[in-house]
């Protein structure tokens, strides 16, 4: 970025930071005002459109996936942060779209998936819906690099140690350190989980607080007191054949 490379025109810019992968894109926002006001001036701008289109797959850019994520740099920032396909159990895998996990039909398994990046610090939220039954046990939360992805038998995986926790939805129980935690929602005949329905999770790392969402009801906090540690959005499953999605939204909307 010698010269005059940075009086070149927005529209030059923008057509040069267009052949660009993220990781390079960061580095040219950090370079001057007028660089950074170019690339995240608009967030449907042909950089992010062009980034879009390398980095994700057609089918989620095709499909209702990404409905919730309005611009194309958050459609790259959501794939960043989708599903890692070498941070799960070996009975799952990250289906083409780059955001859904299948699980395969493997009996006496319960398998979980941790997202590429975790947060430490600041306020995030991403939607999880399950695309197939239940089973028995079916948890969305958070988890450290630490907890395990695998483990015999048909158990609440997230929250059944110290270092994840977990929102069962087929009991509504939040679990953590291998106990119940009481039930959630906190109300009476808490309506079950319908397959398809997005939950909403709000990841607080200054309050220290998990929340979850269904359609546009806060349901509350369910986890305070999280650690001062690297946390994961992660989600545990049992039944064979059934795909969660997992999209990471940003910074959460308060309202």
Same mark, same amino acid.
């Given at each position: 970025?010698?010269? %005059?490379?940075?009086?070149?025109?927005?529209?030059?810019?923008?057509?040069?930071?267009? /052949?660009?992968?993220?990781?390079?894109?960061?580095?040219?926002?950090?370079?001057?005002?007028?660089?950074?006001?170019?690339?995240?001036?608009?967030?449907?701008?042909?950089?992010? $459109?062009?980034?879009?289109?390398?980095?994700?797959?057609?089918?989620?850019? $095709? @499909?209702?996936?990404?409905?919730?994520?309005? @611009?194309?740099? =958050?459609?790259?920032?959501?794939?960043?942060? %989708?599903?890692?396909?070498?941070?799960?159990?070996?009975?799952? /895998?990250?289906?083409?779209?780059?955001? @859904?996990?299948? $699980?395969?039909?493997?009996?006496?398994?319960?398998?979980?998936?941790? @997202?590429?990046?975790?947060?430490?610090? #600041?306020?995030?939220?991403?939607?999880?819906?399950?695309?197939?039954?239940?089973?028995?046990?079916?948890?969305? =939360?958070?988890?450290?690099?630490?907890?395990? *992805?695998?483990?015999?038998?048909?158990? &609440?995986?997230? #929250?059944?140690?110290?270092?994840?926790?977990?929102?069962?939805?087929?009991?509504?129980?939040?679990?953590?350190?291998?106990?119940?935690?009481?039930?959630?929602?906190?109300?009476?005949?808490?309506?079950?989980?319908?397959?398809?329905?997005?939950?909403?999770?709000?990841?607080? *790392?200054?309050?220290?607080?998990? &929340?979850?969402?269904?359609?546009?009801?806060?349901? =509350?906090? &369910?986890?305070? =007191?999280?650690?001062?540690?690297?946390?994961?959005? %992660?989600?545990?499953?049992?039944?064979?054949?059934?795909?969660?999605?997992?999209?990471?939204?940003?910074?959460?909307?308060? #309202?």
């Amino acid at each position: 970025a010698g010269g %005059a490379g940075w009086r070149l025109p927005g529209r030059v810019l923008e057509l040069v930071f267009s /052949y660009l992968e993220l990781r390079e894109l960061r580095s040219c926002a950090l370079v001057c005002r007028l660089w950074y006001r170019v690339l995240h001036g608009d967030e449907n701008s042909e950089v992010w $459109r062009s980034l879009a289109a390398r980095s994700l797959a057609e089918e989620a850019l $095709r @499909t209702d996936i990404l409905c919730n994520v309005p @611009t194309y740099k =958050g459609k790259v920032l959501a794939f960043q942060h %989708a599903f890692s396909t070498n941070d799960c159990s070996r009975n799952v /895998y990250i289906k083409k779209n780059g955001f @859904t996990l299948h $699980r395969n039909p493997i009996a006496q398994s319960t398998d979980g998936a941790r @997202t590429k990046i975790g947060f430490s610090e #600041g306020r995030h939220a991403w939607e999880v819906w399950w695309e197939g039954p239940l089973g028995t046990v079916a948890v969305i =939360g958070i988890a450290t690099k630490r907890a395990p *992805m695998q483990c015999q038998g048909y158990v &609440a995986l997230l #929250g059944s140690d110290d270092q994840s926790w977990g929102w069962n939805l087929v009991d509504n129980n939040l679990l953590h350190n291998g106990e119940v935690n009481g039930s959630f929602p906190q109300c009476n005949n808490a309506p079950k989980y319908q397959i398809g329905e997005r939950i909403r999770v709000i990841l607080d *790392m200054e309050d220290k607080t998990l &929340a979850f969402e269904r359609g546009y009801e806060f349901l =509350g906090v &369910a986890f305070r =007191g999280l650690p001062k540690a690297c946390l994961y959005p %992660a989600v545990s499953a049992v039944y064979g054949n059934t795909e969660v999605t997992l999209v990471y939204l940003g910074k959460p909307l308060d #309202g």
